[in-house]
């Protein structure tokens, strides 16, 4: 294994290097540097391309006789942006040079230049499905922006692009290019597309005023300054550029990554300088380039620049990862940047709600305003605002024709205790016609389950999951009970029932249990159905832990229950029982999962898809479905979830794996002292985070 040195305090610095090059990296200073003659002979030295800082490094690998690599951001790097604080997910190391210097050879172009010695038919598929994924939800290197929705005055004219870059880039100095160069692109973009508008598309950090670019903008804006042509115009819109391409037929590029990106997308793309991607058959290239000798596809070229020339790491649990995971977890980004609402009024939010509530709702709303009431919520509303209420308060509130309501509750899996506790959740769900526990009226989740069609892959997913909740041992809380046997009092040949309760005034029994709506009542029903049966009552948590209402005398439960178990965990009451028995409790949902006979007294969810046992209908309940299709939509279709790490949004899976980690840490230091102090610490962040919003 390699020893790395570097001059650079940022590379020795990045914690994900250490992850990314398998090994830490260790900082030459100024005294280091004079007092090191010699150095083991597995060292390697490490810069950052070719930036005039290297210039020491190189230096010392030269004066040692130490191999110099190269390092650089990969094509696709970030779930942000830098600026905002993320940390980059992936990293090329060069041995050789660098990608964007075309006056040597580099490791990528090796690879492209050798083919046969590492591109298989296997790796061939597996970029095109990659480079499929990426166009569908429009991937690139920053992803920190919503896709755009730009369009053109008039769809009926033919566009051409041509991209600027930041003054000074060093892959245009070494990409073969200068001034001049992006001159001549503009004049044989105008001249070779008569009748085609020509828009020149400012970089970012331009429109940004943070640096300048190549072309010079006049005052207004508007115009190139020394073009004066009618047909030319300069898009200086903040804009993701994949958004752009459905609009443009050629992509006129000096260095630029965008020429790479345009690619993928089967566009035209013109180069007058000679970054990697030119010179393999796939582009017109103004510079000849004699080294790369052979012709590629675009998925050998993705290939080998994305799949076997870059490194990744997971950006959450920052372990070595492949591509596949990165776009999955951009192509969720995405899914919730789509704005929905312009300003979102969200109505008597606690202030420790207010601190996460950003999170979960991501880019669906411009911005979130915190508001005491639905009156002041309506005053300040117009059209194209949303109002956000939470659970049921205010069930019977709508809002105004033009005006979206929302509403927010926790989702099944919610974090490693109460929210009693202050425990915040990684999930959440948004419901925008009502809530999954009130049978009296559709929700997003029932219409999803009612009328959805899945995909195998989803439908495996679901498969999958299910396997996953049963090995982890996976519940809402994931509280840790005594592993006592509940049912040993049980004669052999007994039926063994669980009966589950909850908080008495839990708006899932106002909305979803018409019937039978207190655990009294659910306890006289089930022995009254079950007379010669061992019943196990299991009091709610919240009722026991934080006093709500619902509690019930022992001495009274044992009138219809054998027994009463306060400390157990639910799941090792479920994995012992023979069938359960819910008015709506999620309990219900977790049993199903491991394959047990659930009886419904209420209507929860899970009920009336022909998975329970139902003694009340919902007529609206027409689809039947199996156990892997109800668990994909309640986990994966419609909560939404945050992995606190990187306050991004994560996937059940995922969050499912951060859980069982905490969970072996909290186990470790778990004491009174220890809780206490956590939970103050909780409190104290928390409220923080609510008065800096």
């Not at 709508?398 to 919610?414: M, Q, V």
């Not at 219900?588 to 006979?597: N, Y």
Request: glycine share 6%; charged share 25%; net charge positive.
């Amino acid at each position: 294994m390699s020893q790395f040195v570097t001059v650079s305090k940022g590379i020795s610095s990045a914690p994900e290097l250490r992850h990314l090059l398998t090994d830490s990296v260790q900082h030459l200073n100024k005294a280091r540097q004079i007092l090191t003659t010699s150095y083991p002979t597995d060292s390697v030295v490490l810069g950052w391309g070719k930036k005039n800082n290297t210039h020491q490094a190189r230096a010392i690998a030269a004066k040692h006789n130490l191999p110099y690599w190269s390092l650089e951001e990969g094509f696709i790097s970030y779930l942000g942006h830098p600026a905002l604080g993320d940390r980059r997910f992936s990293l090329i190391v060069d041995k050789t040079g660098i990608y964007y210097d075309a006056t040597q050879p580099s490791d990528i172009e090796y690879l492209l230049n050798r083919p046969e010695e590492w591109l298989t038919a296997e790796l061939h598929s597996r970029s095109a499905r990659l480079l499929e994924l990426i166009r569908q939800h429009q991937i690139t290197k920053y992803n920190h922006e919503p896709v755009s929705r730009w369009q053109p005055e008039n769809n009926d004219i033919d566009r051409v692009l041509v991209v600027d870059q930041t003054y000074g880039d060093c892959s245009v100095k070494y990409g073969m290019a200068d001034d001049s160069s992006f001159k001549a692109m503009l004049e044989a973009a105008l001249s070779e597309n008569p009748g085609s508008e020509v828009w020149v598309k400012v970089h970012p950090d331009v429109v940004l005023g943070k640096k300048k670019g190549y072309f010079e903008l006049e005052p207004c804006g508007q115009k190139v300054k020394g073009f004066d042509n009618k047909r030319l115009k300069v898009l200086a819109d903040k804009v993701n550029a994949q958004s752009l391409f459905p609009h443009f037929e050629k992509v006129y590029v000096v260095t630029s990554q965008l020429g790479f990106e345009a690619l993928w997308y089967g566009k035209k793309v013109v180069c007058f300088g000679l970054p990697f991607y030119s010179g393999w058959s796939l582009t017109d290239d103004r510079i000849p380039s004699p080294r790369r000798q052979q012709k590629h596809s675009i998925e050998s070229l993705f290939a080998a620049a994305c799949l076997k020339y870059t490194r990744y790491i997971d950006p959450e649990t920052g372990e070595r990862c492949e591509l596949e995971e990165i776009v999955d977890l951009l192509a969720l980004q995405r899914h919730y940047q789509a704005q929905e609402v312009n300003t979102l009024y969200a109505v008597d939010f606690s202030l420790w709600k207010r601190a996460f509530l950003h999170c979960f709702i991501g880019g669906r709303a411009e911005r979130i305003q915190f508001v005491r009431s639905t009156a002041k919520a309506l005053k300040a509303a117009s059209v194209g605002d949303g109002i956000l209420l939470w659970g049921t308060k205010q069930y019977e509130f709508k809002a105004p024709e033009g005006i979206a309501l929302w509403r927010a509750e926790d989702a099944f899996i919610r974090s490693n205790g109460l929210g009693a506790e202050l425990r915040r959740p990684g999930s959440l769900i948004i419901d925008k016609q009502g809530m999954y526990f009130d049978c009296t009226r559709p929700s997003d989740l029932e219409t999803a389950i009612n009328t959805l069609k899945l995909s195998e892959r989803q439908i495996k997913r679901g498969r999958q999951l299910v396997k996953t909740l049963v090995q982890q041992r996976v519940s809402k809380y994931n509280l840790l009970g005594s592993g006592h046997q509940v049912f040993a009092d049980a004669a052999s040949q007994q039926k063994k029932i669980l009966v589950t309760g909850q908080v008495n005034n839990d708006a899932s029994l106002k909305w979803g249990s018409p019937a039978i709506h207190s655990n009294l009542d659910l306890l006289k029903a089930v022995r009254a159905s079950e007379p010669g049966a061992y019943i196990v009552y299991k009091p709610h948590p919240d009722v026991l832990l934080a006093g709500r209402e619902g509690h019930i005398p022992e001495s009274t439960s044992l009138q219809w229950a054998d027994r009463v178990v306060a400390d157990s965990d639910i799941l090792d009451c479920i994995d012992q029982c023979d069938e359960l028995h819910v008015m709506t409790s999620l309990a219900g949902f977790e049993a199903l999962t491991r394959g047990k006979t659930v009886h419904c007294w209420g209507a929860p969810f899970y009920s009336g898809w022909g998975l329970t046992v139902d003694h009340l209908a919902i007529s609206r309940r027409t689809a039947k479905r199996s156990l892997a299709e109800l668990i994909y939509f309640a986990h994966c279709y419609y909560p939404c979830y945050v992995h606190w790490g990187t306050r991004r949004f994560t996937t059940v899976e995922r969050m499912i794996r951060a859980l069982k980690q905490e969970a072996v840490v909290h186990q470790a230091k778990s004491n009174k002292l220890y809780n206490w102090l956590a939970r103050t610490k909780r409190k104290v962040g928390y409220l923080a985070e609510a008065f800096t919003r």
